[in-house]
């Protein structure tokens, strides 16, 4: 797995110039076409959308395209790129094996980011990775060489940041099995997070299917002021929307604000997106997003895009009327803006920093920090490290020392490169600043910490995206802040959650008073640097042999293996499986991704389906007792944990169900989440409602996920239930289902009732269902 060398001379990119050529003739012939057609003003997210619509007729086209059926319709796309990570390639490539194809049918890529695990520093814990997952990293490099799809190899940096850096064009629609996908929207790229099966429809050639999102406008006014960065824009955005919010929308930014971000800061803001729940977030192109091509060595794509800038902004009339085409509009006057912190334990709680002192005092959170962290897909430009550098630089001149350890995680190879030769990650490790390897670590519970005891409670402050219970450190009792990456190295400075370290007077050594000053910032690297940097095929960077040379590689998985299995074979749809199915959980209240199946210590084992079903369920909490992973096993009396029981009833053949809570599923793609539960016999999830991506998985595993007609009938799901299902077999579009619940607790015996619940397959999902799963559909069609 050696990294090419490096050779300045050359001007080498990973994309190269003729499928830029492609792409923009092809999309702007649409483009001409379409606006043939469709004469009515346009937002950015539909022209995006139209150009890779897979229609074959006007009238398709036509009805489509309408306003009304955006939030209802499904429509079927062609994407122009499909990413992945290790952590969900894993699963995806399994599944895109089964199907048989001999290469991907579009330009894909893997990088491998999340499973390396943070504890000393890049090199240590880089070499330590490279021994602990070797197996799944030659699985994922062989299986990228033999069916063609680019490879990035550990430390090569974070699939988001490279995204950007390489493969994000605007007007491009990408799809990543990464829920942080739409971090491309910075680029006006509309991007969109799916599970592992989505990006196998495309990468076998089918059109992939999407619910026709509604659009959020976002206004932006005025200049943001000098503490303030793109961050503290999504922050406040999240503490409007809420978690689920965005469901279903796009969020499209418009206004003059808008120019007064940079691309990487544009892109932080549509990474977050994912934490409002949002389909996808975009910017239109402009300046900025040149310039950032420029610094990426792109001006091939510059010389197409700067000449067809109305397909890659929203039309004029949008702008001066948005009520009038956007499903709703917000406005945030970036004047007003000031910088805030998000948590803990949910990324929509947003404090003014202001405030922030006595909410934590209120709250009684732990004030002292135990560590600040700065990083992540969200937070790991070159401009916020630039940012994170000039406060250090002040710091040291004016003799304060860190009041708390501070980890950095570059976001890229390239990004790092450049710091390097900039001195800025000399003064980082002056200052005590420990450099992480160029990848997720601790923002996916990848931290092997032994500076706090795992229970204790703590808290930490980060830049990442997240901070859901467990997710930093895998200690449910770390309570994890999040802000930008200067507020965060601020906090840094003075140790505890109590002081705001924007008025605090801090004191060096001697007792001399200083203020902190606000952080200047670098938003490109000069262009030496970056054709220094950008001047050779990036390390880590792996291109996939030429098609004849793919075909004697093979792919090895084991029997034994712990870390990789095949896929087993889903059993045949049984319609008397939807009958006296028993109850595997009730959850109460926020159940994510994470709850579902949990990240950390199980992401080794996220290409072995059984190894990793062991963790079923494992961080929700019962409704019944409101305790985490404790249920009763209504056929034994037994108390258990979810995992457990869930085996108990595979091995006894019993089909089951989930119930959920509001939301069920936010947060990240991972199709685990579906692929466990169905793979220990669950049958149905009926919860109160859906995140968008979790909801696919679940059909798209051949999972039924109901919700109730009546919310409220959610309190009527008792412990010992049996549910069934009587009409499952005239399950079809748009019609609810009868759920027949038998209460079986013995004391008192209460009678049985019905309850409906809606369901949003549409035919093509329903052929899911009858197939047991997606896959099974496309490999008997
Ligand atoms: C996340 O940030 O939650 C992850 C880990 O990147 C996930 C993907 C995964 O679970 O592998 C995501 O965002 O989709
Ligand atoms: Fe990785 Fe964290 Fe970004 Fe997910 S949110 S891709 S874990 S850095």
């Not at 395209?65 to 290790?86: C, E, L, N």
């Not at 975009?282 to 060595?297: C, G, V």
């Not at 000031?338 to 334990?345: A, L, M």
């Not at 009938?713 to 009587?726: G, K, V």
Request: glycine share 6%.
């Amino acid at each position: 797995m050696e990294a090419q060398a490096h050779n300045p001379q050359q001007t080498m990119s990973v994309v190269d110039s003729s499928y830029i050529d492609d792409l923009y003739t092809r999309l702007y012939t649409r483009y001409a076409a379409l606006k043939k057609r469709i004469t009515r003003p346009l937002t950015l997210t539909e022209k995006i959308l139209y150009l890779h619509l897979d229609t074959h007729s006007d009238t398709e086209l036509d009805t489509l395209t309408s306003p009304r059926h955006r939030g209802t319709q499904f429509a079927y796309i062609r994407p122009d790129r499909v990413i992945m990570q290790d952590a969900t390639a894993q699963m995806a490539l399994l599944q895109f094996i089964k199907s048989g194809k001999e290469e991907v049918a579009l330009p894909s890529s893997v990088h491998c980011d999340h499973l390396i695990l943070a504890k000393l520093n890049a090199l240590h814990d880089l070499n330590v990775a490279n021994t602990t997952n070797r197996e799944v990293y030659e699985f994922l490099q062989s299986t990228s060489a033999r069916y063609g799809l680019d490879y990035w190899q550990p430390g090569g940096g974070i699939i988001h940041q490279v995204t950007l850096e390489h493969y994000a064009l605007p007007g491009m629609l990408i799809i990543g099995t990464d829920s942080h996908t739409p971090n491309a929207g910075g680029m006006a790229s509309l991007a969109i997070g799916v599970g592992g099966a989505d990006a196998v429809d495309a990468m076998i050639d089918m059109p992939w299917e999407l619910k026709f999102p509604r659009i959020i406008g976002v206004k932006l006014t005025g200049t943001l002021s000098p503490w303030c960065s793109a961050k503290d824009i999504i922050l406040k955005l999240s503490g409007i929307l809420s978690v689920k919010g965005g469901t279903d929308h796009v969020i499209e930014y418009f206004g003059e604000g808008v120019s007064h971000l940079s691309c990487t800061g544009r892109a932080t803001i549509c990474n977050m997106g994912a934490e409002v729940g949002a389909t996808s977030s975009l910017f239109p192109y402009d300046i900025a997003t040149e310039r950032f091509l420029y610094a990426s060595k792109r001006a091939h794509a510059v010389e197409h895009t700067h000449n067809i800038q109305d397909m890659l902004t929203a039309d004029t009339r949008v702008i001066d009327s948005p009520a009038d085409y956007y499903d709703s509009v917000i406005e945030i006057h970036l004047d007003d803006l000031e910088p805030h912190i998000n948590g803990p334990y949910s990324p929509d709680i947003a404090t003014p920093l202001s405030r922030f002192a006595d909410f934590v005092k209120e709250k009684n959170y732990p004030r002292t920090l135990s560590s600040a962290l700065i990083g992540s897909c969200t937070n790991s430009s070159f401009q916020d490290l630039s940012r994170v550098h000039s406060l250090i630089s002040q710091a040291q001149k004016k003799g304060l020392t860190l009041k708390t350890p501070l980890w950095l995680s570059p976001g890229s190879e390239n990004v790092y490169q450049i710091i390097k030769m900039y001195g800025y990650l000399k003064t980082f490790q002056d200052f005590g600043v420990t450099i992480l390897a160029n990848a997720c670590g601790p923002c996916i519970g990848q931290w092997q910490r032994d500076d706090v005891d795992a229970q204790s409670k703590n808290s930490v402050i980060t830049s990442f995206n997240r901070n859901f219970a467990k997710r930093t450190d895998g200690n449910p009792l770390t309570h994890m802040f999040i802000a930008s990456p200067e507020i965060v190295c601020a906090y840094a400075l003075v140790g505890s959650l109590d002081i705001n370290p924007l008025t605090e007077v801090l004191y060096d050594q001697k007792g001399t008073p200083h203020q902190l000053e606000p952080p200047q910032d670098e938003e490109l690297p000069d262009s030496e640097i970056v054709d220094f940097v950008f001047g050779s095929l990036p390390k880590g960077y792996h291109a996939p042999p030429p098609p004849e040379q793919r075909s004697s590689i093979s792919i090895t998985i084991n029997p034994d293996s712990e870390r990789l299995q095949a896929l087993p074979d889903y059993l045949p749809y049984d319609p008397s499986a939807y009958q006296n199915m028993s109850l595997l959980i009730k959850v109460s209240g926020k159940c994510t991704t994470d709850h579902i199946s949990m990240a950390g210590p199980w992401l080794k084992y996220r290409g072995h389906l059984s190894n990793i079903s062991k963790n079923l369920l494992m961080g929700a909490t019962n409704a019944f007792n409101n305790t985490v992973n404790l249920v009763v096993n209504p056929y034994t009396g037994r108390m258990q944990s979810v995992p457990d029981l869930a085996h108990y009833y595979k091995e006894h053949n019993i089909a089951s169900v989930i119930v959920g809570d509001h939301n069920y599923g936010e947060g990240s793609s991972r199709e685990h989440a579906a692929m466990q539960p169905r793979f220990l016999g669950v049958r149905i999830v009926i919860a109160r409602s859906f995140a968008r991506i979790h909801e696919t998985n679940l059909k798209k595993q051949g999972l039924l996920p109901l919700t109730f007609a009546n919310p409220d009938d959610y309190a009527h799901i008792q412990e010992y239930d049996t549910i069934s299902i009587p009409d499952i077999e005239s399950l079809s579009p748009g019609t609810p289902l009868t759920l027949y619940l038998d209460h079986n607790h013995p004391h008192p015996k209460q009678p049985a009732e019905t309850i409906t619940a809606n369901h949003s397959l549409n035919a093509q999902q329903i052929s899911w269902i009858r197939n047991s799963s997606a896959l099974n559909t496309v490999c008997t069609t």
